[in-house]
């Protein structure tokens, strides 16, 4: 059973950074290439983030530049360094596979940037 925990999120002022967790479970994580998505209410959640091998890293333009995306697979762990963050950003986060084909969604991490 495929499970996805989240974790990391808070409220930040404009310009402010976090680190976003995300623990994997139930599958062989390093053959997926994985991603984090932001949703805010009312849309589908949106792919900001995507890699696949350690320097295999692809972003949404609107995060170009500030975000970060890393993993450890020992650990069954993918990360997001958030940096310079800006109001557009807030929402909440979810990691899932970077596919067509997603998992059960987890639980998700509020981020919230005030200015």
């Known amino acids: 059973q495929v499970q996805l925990v989240e974790s990391g999120g808070g409220s930040v002022e404009v310009g402010g950074s976090l680190r976003l967790s995300c623990v994997a479970s139930g599958f062989v994580f390093s053959v997926y290439a994985m991603g984090w998505y932001h949703q805010v209410p009312g849309k589908e959640p949106e792919l900001v983030a995507r890699i696949e091998g350690p320097l295999e890293t692809t972003y949404a333009d609107s995060v170009k530049g500030r975000f970060a995306i890393s993993r450890d697979n020992a650990k069954n762990t993918v990360y997001l360094q958030m940096s310079d963050l800006q109001p557009e950003d807030t929402g909440v986060y979810y990691c899932?596979?970077?596919?067509?084909?997603?998992?059960?969604w987890g639980q998700g991490t509020q981020v919230t940037v005030s200015s």
């Open positions: 899932n596979r970077a596919a067509r084909s997603l998992w059960p």
